[in-house]
C-alpha cells in the first residue's frame, strides 16, 4: 500500500512516499481502507521527535483518519461490518491506505457527512469537550478566551464555547483568521499581534478577566493570559504551538486564586476509553442536530503530505488540514 513514511526524525520535508507491506491485523481489530487523514499539530511533533509518545521508525504519521471498514477481526466487537463509513483515532499509522485499530476508537460518521469532515473530528472535538466539561468545567454564562482560536483545537473551542453557553473571546494572528472565528460565533475577536492579550481581555471583561483560557500555543500567550484571568478562574493547558513551554510563576496562581489544569486528550484515550466514547456519544448526537460544522480549510492529496504538513507549520490553515487518500 501507499503510505506517507517518516523514515528518520526530521521535518516535514523528511516525509516520503513509500510503497510498504499493509499492517498486520490483530483478532479483535478492524481495518480500515483509510480515505481522509486529518492533520494535526502532534503530527508535525511525531515527525520531529518532540511529541510525547514516539512511534518505532519508520512509520506513517497521522493520529485520525475517515475511511471505510474492510476487514472485521474475528475476535472485534463494536458490531461493525465490512462497508461501514467510520472516523477513527488509531494514534499513528492514518497517512496510508490501510490502517487497523481497536473498535473502541472508531465511531460511525453521520449520513451525508465527507470524509474530509469527518477526518478530523475525534482528536479536535473530543480534546476540547473533555477540556471543558472534565478539567475546567466550564459553565454557562462564563467567560472564555481561546488562543490560537482559528486552529485545530481552537476553532473548535470556540464552536463548543457558544454551544455551551460561554462569551467567547477569540484570539488570532491575523483578521483573515479572526473573521472564520465569528463565523463560528465567537462574541469577541482579538488580535494578538496588534493587541496585547491582557489589556484587551480586562477591556472586554470589565476587569474582571476570563474565567476559562483555552491556551494551545503556549509562551508568552500563556503569561499575559494569566495575568486576565479571573478569580478561581481555569487556565486550560492544551498545547504549545508557538514552541515555547511557558514557565508559570506560581505567584500568578496566588494572586488570582485561579488554576493552570493540564489536557492531555491522548492519553486520556488509552486510559478511559469508555469515558471518550461517553464523550463522542454527546458529541456525534450535536453534530447530527446540525450544531455543530467541522470546518476544513485545505485539502491535500497524499503525494503533497509535505505541503499539508507546511501549512500548519507556517500558520496557514483555519479549522483542519486534510490529507485524501485516493
Ligand atoms: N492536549 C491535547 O490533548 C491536545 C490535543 C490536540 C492538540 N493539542 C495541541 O494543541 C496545539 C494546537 O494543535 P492544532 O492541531 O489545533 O494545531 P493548528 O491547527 O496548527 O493550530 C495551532 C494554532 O496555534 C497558533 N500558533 C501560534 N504560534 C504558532 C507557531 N509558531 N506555529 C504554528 N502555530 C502557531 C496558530 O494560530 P495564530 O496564527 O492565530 O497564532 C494556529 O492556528 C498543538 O500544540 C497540539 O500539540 C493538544
Redesign the pocket.
Known amino acids: 500500500m501507499r503510505a506517507a513514511l517518516c523514515k528518520k526524525i526530521g521535518e516535514p520535508e523528511d516525509v516520503v512516499i513509500a510503497d510498504i507491506p499493509s499492517p498486520q491485523m490483530r483478532d479483535d481489530h478492524l481495518r480500515i481502507r483509510v480515505r481522509a487523514c486529518a492533520l494535526?499539530?502532534?503530527d508535525i511533533?511525531t515527525v520531529q521527535g518532540k511529541y510525547q509518545r514516539q512511534p518505532v521508525l519508520p512509520f506513517a504519521p497521522g493520529m485520525e483518519c475517515a475511511g471505510e471498514v474492510i476487514e472485521v477481526g474475528p475476535k472485534a466487537k463494536g458490531g461493525f461490518k465490512v462497508g461501514d463509513r467510520v472516523m477513527a483515532q488509531p494514534g499513528v499509522g492514518c497517512l496510508a491506505e490501510e490502517v487497523c485499530t481497536s473498535p473502541m476508537s472508531v465511531y460511525a460518521i453521520p449520513d451525508n457527512v465527507s470524509y474530509e469532515h469527518a477526518a478530523g473530528f475525534i482528536?479536535t472535538y473530543g480534546?476540547v469537550y473533555h477540556a471543558f466539561v472534565e478539567r475546567g468545567d466550564l459553565k454557562r454564562g462564563e467567560t472564555l478566551l481561546v488562543l490560537?482560536a482559528?486552529?485545530?483545537?481552537?476553532l473548535a473551542a470556540v464552536e463548543l464555547g457558544k454551544l455551551m453557553g460561554a462569551t467567547v473571546i477569540a484570539a488570532?494572528?491575523?483578521d483573515a483568521?479572526l473573521k472564520v472565528c465569528g463565523q463560528y460565533g465567537a462574541d469577541h475577536l482579538l488580535n494578538y499581534s496588534e493587541e496585547p492579550i491582557k489589556e484587551a481581555v480586562l477591556g472586554l471583561t470589565n476587569e474582571k478577566g476570563a474565567d476559562v483560557v483555552f491556551d494551545?500555543?503556549g509562551g508568552d500567550a500563556t503569561l499575559q493570559s494569566l495575568r486576565c484571568i479571573n478569580r478561581n478562574g481555569r487556565l486550560l493547558i492544551?498545547?504549545?504551538?508557538?514552541?515555547t513551554i511557558a514557565d508559570i510563576p506560581a505567584n500568578r496562581l496566588l494572586l488570582r486564586q485561579c488554576q493552570a489544569v493540564g489536557?492531555?486528550?491522548?492519553g486520556y484515550s488509552i486510559a478511559f476509553p469508555e469515558r471518550v466514547r461517553a464523550n463522542m456519544a454527546v458529541l456525534t448526537g450535536w453534530w447530527n442536530e446540525g450544531k455543530l460544522k467541522p470546518h476544513v480549510s485545505m485539502t491535500f492529496p497524499l503525494a503533497e503530505t509535505v505541503a499539508a504538513m507546511n501549512a500548519?507549520?507556517t500558520?496557514k490553515?483555519t479549522g483542519k488540514v486534510v490529507v485524501t487518500i485516493a
Open positions: 494535526n499539530f502532534p511533533l482528536v480534546t490560537g482559528a486552529g485545530g483545537v481552537g488570532a494572528s491575523t483568521k494551545p500555543v492544551i498545547g504549545f504551538a508557538s514552541g489536557v492531555a486528550f491522548g500548519l507549520v500558520r490553515a
